[in-house]
């Protein structure tokens, strides 16, 4: 991971070094706040990567003397298919929509969204796909 946090960043100071660049040539406001936006979104991942890499130990594709073989084994758990994340957002639509139309219909999607999100959340907890 040291070095997808280098990554970053570098693009970072790229980022922080352009910024006040452009505003002298352009004075655009825009611009200029996508790239120092940008910047700190960089440190903040950079930072992020930085301190993560540093607590785990180090992994196979960061290692010179790294063979394939040293990857081998169980990647993690990959859930199947699933209804949940499009009744949540029909939910969330509701409460948007709440907002501009009614607030019954607000505290409709919200307690719908309060449903979905639950079953979202215990969904391999019971059924086929419990574990």
Known sequence: MKAESWIIVSIAI??????????????????????????????????YLIVV??????????????????????????????WWPLYCSLAFTAIVLGIVIGWWLFIIGAALGLFTLIGWIFEYYRGVHAH
């Open 53 to 82: 890499a540093r607590q785990i130990p180090a992994r196979p594709e960061d290692r010179l003397d790294g063979e394939i073989i040293d990857g081998a084994g169980e990647l993690g758990f990959f859930p199947p298919y699933s």
């Open 14 to 47: 790229f980022c922080a070094l352009v910024a006040p660049i452009y505003w002298v040539i352009t004075y655009d406001w825009t611009g200029t706040t996508a790239l120092v936006m940008t910047t700190l979104l960089c440190v903040l991942l950079g930072f």
